[in-house]
């Protein structure tokens, strides 16, 4: 008699799997049934992992609402939440986030944002974490927003969004001095001056010695993920010395971009110095070449982008009104203390804080994840 370990033994050597068919005998319009299945795959994922985001960031704000009303009602202290935060665990031992930190961040949201604001893009496109983020470092509600309408934009992590934050970005942004608006149809002219800076911050650069442009820009092509990330948008770097070739003479232009949301080329010239109306010239024939010989159909104008080290406001106003090409002109830091205030300058980040913290950046997801 044949033992049950014998019999089950027996079972499964008879037991056969039906192969898949061979790739090789599908019909031709297979791959294209498979990358739509698939893309309905990974299209439903990010709606469920938005869905469950936004409902999440719902619920924080309810139970802060509720934790806020009865404060205020029968003005009780922090020992009332840090009970709070025990009975709930001890009510859902499967369930995170209940920590008494984190209830008082709930606490902070509903005040902070009223339910309106909460259920509406783009705060209610924001995972948990970059809410956090937004609390600790900025008190403003309408910048707040700013800097969420940009991190749904923009598709930043966390720390994309705590280090734009922390280099003060609101206060930077489309303030290059430009002739845009009477070189540039009105439709691009707005969208081309919201892409540049003033200053730009090179923090992650490691300047020695004396400064200098090839200095600046070896270091800028070293760091270029983070330098990308100072640009803005869009930009995808093509190269650095390029070489125009323009009857008979070369000439070599500093760094070339490309922007795929302004569908254009951008040339960067660096310069260690304060600015000189004489730049200008110099760069416009940059512009020039790039449009006859690299320039595709399809693509709009050039457009030139001189940082210098510093810049007199009026007499870079006044030097770009005689040129019909699309330029901006900005001022560029190795330090974001160098560009405000004596007074603000003790509550930044150091450039190591920031090295590391854009390190860390490399193991964070888009924004739609709900991930620290």
């Known amino acids: 008699m044949e033992s049950k370990g014998t019999e089950q033994s027996t079972a499964r050597s008879n037991t056969t799997f039906e192969k898949p068919p061979g790739r090789s005998a599908m019909p031709t319009w297979y791959p294209d049934l498979l990358d739509s299945v698939a893309s309905r795959v990974a299209a439903g994922r990010v709606r469920a992992i938005n869905a469950a985001n936004q ?3 719902r619920t924080y704000w309810a139970i802060g609402n509720d934790i806020l009303n009865r404060q205020e009602q029968e003005g009780w202290g922090a020992k009332v939440i840090d009970r709070l935060s025990v009975d709930l665990r001890d009510r859902f031992p499967e369930a995170k986030g209940f920590s008494s930190r984190n209830l008082k961040y709930m606490r902070s949201l509903a005040e902070a944002w009223p339910q309106t604001a909460i259920v509406q893009a783009p705060l209610a496109q924001l995972p948990w974490y970059h809410h956090l983020a937004l609390l600790d470092k900025v008190r403003e509600p309408a910048t707040r927003l700013w800097y969420a309408e940009k991190a749904v934009k923009g ?7 705590t280090h734009q934050i922390d280099s003060r970005l609101h206060e930077r942004a489309g303030k290059a001095t430009s002739n845009f608006k009477t070189t540039l149809p009105p439709s691009d002219s707005d969208l081309v001056q919201q892409a540049t800076k003033d200053p730009y911050v090179f923090d992650f650069v490691a300047m020695t010695g ?5 200095e600046l820009e070896s270091q800028l092509i070293d760091h270029v993920q983070k330098f990308l990330l100072e640009l803005g948008q869009g930009f995808a770097f093509v190269g650095r010395q390029i070489q125009l070739h323009v009857a008979g003479d070369e000439f ?6 490309y922007n795929f949301k302004l569908r254009r080329f951008v040339v960067i010239e660096l310069k260690a110095g304060k600015f000189d109306p004489g730049y200008l010239g110099q760069l416009g024939v940059y512009m020039s070449a ?11 104008p050039t457009i030139g982008l001189l940082l210098c080290k510093s810049k007199n406001e009026l007499v870079a106003e006044y ?3 005689g ?24 509550a930044l980040p150091t450039v190591d804080e920031l090295e590391a913290e854009l390190t860390a950046a490399t193991d964070d997801r888009p924004v739609r994840d709900e991930t620290k």
């Open 319 to 321: 030097a770009l009104r």
């Open 210 to 214: 004396q400064r200098n442009e090839r």
């Open 290 to 300: 790039v449009d006859d010989l690299l320039a595709q159909d399809g693509d709009k």
């Open 252 to 257: 070599f232009a500093d760094l070339l971009f």
């Open 55 to 57: 409902e999440l960031v």
């Open 323 to 346: 040129y019909n090409s699309p330029i901006g002109v900005a001022n560029w830091a190795a330090e974001l203390e160098e560009s405000m205030p004596e007074e603000f300058a003790g």
């Open 155 to 161: 598709g930043w992590s966390r720390n994309v969004l």
